[in-house]
């Protein structure tokens, strides 16, 4: 993974280069050329059937619907699902409307919530009277939308702001994670090679927060604060002799992942099924939570020869997690 902390070294003493070559020889060249011919037939089917749906099927199939149940797509999708699949619909109607207002609705802030309902059933004359429920189900739904996105901006703002050790601050973060990691410890020095003890590369460890900022600290913390008896136990089988790696390193990288699938929006049907209103940065959390303790178990499963397959084996945990996410009913949260 180009760029995040663990991807150079991710066990003391054990530089990671030649990871690539591991990954095996390229395919043929006939065989990629296939590949690529087949791949590009199928975007071109999809691509295809999504112009003809967007502009022709999908609204004489509306019109039939209203005309047969005398009610909107919206209100029939609220009649139907439930949970994520019920957002992610509202939000694809919203999205894909020639409506303006309708459309708008998926960029709607917080604190316009309530009016933008209105509009939208001033818009679809949504009788408040005769479908009492609509004006609930609907703010319900553009809560979890606008949070979503303003729950990556507020991720990226944190990821964006960079490890400071002339902020007071941000030194006692990182000295809190040390004495929640090694309470019966002491840290003889700021600048010390004590941090390899906890998973750090170097005698600094602010030259590991360059890919993530103060994010990869605070996921660190959360985690340490609140499973701590969870970090001890990963903490100790980092230590493996054969199957170690390190630690704080390991927990940087899943805070890249964890913020990628919330940029790629893959956290959508998982957030929207674990928080009934709007996701926040506890909820984020969580789900770092989650990867921490997950990909620590997947990796003394998949007991990789060794620690120069990190790539690999991280790359095998993310396509894991992603599949999961699928799940229009998944609610990934840690059980212990």
Avoid at 40 to 59: A, C, D, V
Wanted: proline share 4%; aromatic share 12%; with cysteine.
């Amino acid at each position: 993974m180009e760029g995040a902390p663990g991807s150079q070294e991710l066990r003391r003493g054990g530089p990671l280069a030649g990871v690539g070559a591991l990954a095996g020889a390229p395919p043929p060249r006939s065989s990629a050329r296939c590949a690529r011919k087949q791949t590009n037939k199928h975007t071109m089917f999809i691509s295809l059937w999504e112009f003809f749906y967007g502009h022709f099927f999908r609204f004489w199939m509306k019109w039939l619907l209203r005309h047969m149940t005398g009610k909107c797509e919206l209100q029939r999708i609220f009649d139907t699902y439930v949970g994520a699949q019920r957002t992610h619909r509202i939000e694809n109607s919203l999205t894909y409307s020639k409506n303006k207002i309708l459309q708008k609705a998926t960029l709607v802030v917080q604190t316009e919530v309530d009016k933008c309902v209105e509009d939208i059933m001033k818009e679809k004359n949504i009788n408040p009277e005769k479908d009492a429920s609509f004006k609930i189900c609907m703010k319900a739904c553009l809560l979890q939308i606008s949070g979503y996105k303003q729950l990556y901006l507020d991720v990226e703002s944190v990821r964006k702001r960079p490890y400071d050790s002339e902020n007071l601050q941000h030194e006692k973060l990182l000295l809190k994670l040390w004495n929640l990691l090694m309470p019966t410890k002491k840290l003889k020095a700021r600048i010390s090679k004590q941090w390899a003890d906890i998973g750090f590369q170097g005698d600094d460890p602010k030259t590991d927060f360059r890919g993530m900022g103060i994010l990869g600290l605070i996921n660190l913390v959360y985690f340490s604060e609140n499973y701590t008896s969870e970090a001890h136990q990963i903490l100790s089988r980092s230590n493996h002799p054969k199957l170690g790696y390190s630690y704080a390193i390991v927990g940087i990288n899943l805070t890249e992942m964890a913020y990628s699938l919330l940029k790629s929006e893959a956290l959508k049907f998982h957030l929207y099924n674990f928080v009934p209103g709007i996701p926040t940065m506890e909820h984020f959390h969580q789900f770092y939570c989650y990867l921490v303790y997950e990909f620590d178990k997947f990796w003394f499963e998949e007991k990789p020869e060794s620690i120069m397959y990190f790539n690999m084996y991280r790359e095998k945990f993310h396509e894991k997690i992603k599949g999961l996410l699928l799940d229009c009913n998944v609610s990934l949260t840690l059980k212990i």
